[in-house]
């Protein structure tokens, strides 16, 4: 398969608590990108890793790249109720997961 | 700049009729691509355009869907004749440079086909 597929596929925290959501894919790729979802809108991009890269940071965002296990994770520190929405990975091609459906609680 | 627009934002039809999707992507953006989002099969990419010509149209449905670019500014997503089965939530997305690099997403068509 040339998607990525997200795990878990829900996740329940309480505000202030740090949420990690993980991507594996099987084929080499040059980038992966991590976008969110609010519900009934369109994606919003987050970040974008580079094969040659392991680590990126963008506010409480962090995404690391293992390319010998083929896999991602994000990261979200101190969590926000409106952190609420379903997180996506897409790897080359532009093909998405099923997505985590994170939830925070105030 | 006021990003993809999509347009309906709902479209409620009877089986059987046309439907047509329209997007229009951001200027100067080289790529448009169309998905399709449900709850049982998530988001599945149906085709992309580059400079308007369709680069990869693997994951159209059937024949029933159509899809055109024009012009770099507008295209559409057709099918005909509808099911119930097509009832999703469609997307249109640009991108500047590539498949591999950042997607500008639309607010999506709500399809619902009786």
């Known amino acids: 398969s040339q998607q990525g597929e997200e795990d878990p596929q829900a996740l329940s925290i309480q505000e202030g608590e740090n949420a990690t959501m993980n991507c594996s894919y099987k084929?080499?790729?040059?980038?992966l990108q991590w976008y969110r979802q609010n519900s009934g809108r369109g994606l919003v991009h987050l970040i974008l890793?580079?094969?040659?890269?392991r680590e990126k940071h963008s506010g409480r965002l962090r995404v690391t790249l293992d390319t010998s296990k083929k896999s991602s994770s994000l990261l979200i520190t101190a969590s926000r109720a409106a952190d609420t929405a379903s997180y996506f990975c897409?790897?080359?091609?532009?093909?998405f997961g099923a997505g985590t459906r994170l939830t925070v609680k105030p | 700049d006021a990003g993809v627009i999509q347009s309906p934002r709902h479209e409620v039809t009877e089986m059987g009729q046309e439907v047509t999707l329209r997007c229009k992507p951001i200027?100067?953006?080289?790529?448009l691509f169309w998905y399709r989002q449900t709850m049982m099969r998530g988001l599945e990419l149906l085709i992309y355009?580059?400079?308007?010509?369709?680069?990869?149209d693997s994951g159209m449905p059937e024949d029933r869907f159509s899809a055109k670019m024009p012009n770099a500014s507008f295209s559409t997503l057709k099918i005909q004749p509808s099911e119930p089965r097509d009832s999703a939530v469609y997307f249109c997305?640009?991108?500047?440079?590539?498949?591999?690099?950042?997607?500008?997403f639309g607010s999506g068509t709500q399809l619902s086909v009786l």
């Open positions: 997305a640009s991108s500047l440079t590539g498949e591999n690099e950042k997607l500008f």
């Open positions: 084929t080499s790729i040059n980038n």
């Open positions: 890793i580079r094969s040659n890269e």
């Open positions: 897409a790897t080359d091609y532009m093909r």
């Open positions: 200027s100067g953006h080289d790529y």
């Open positions: 355009f580059n400079n308007n010509v369709p680069i990869d």
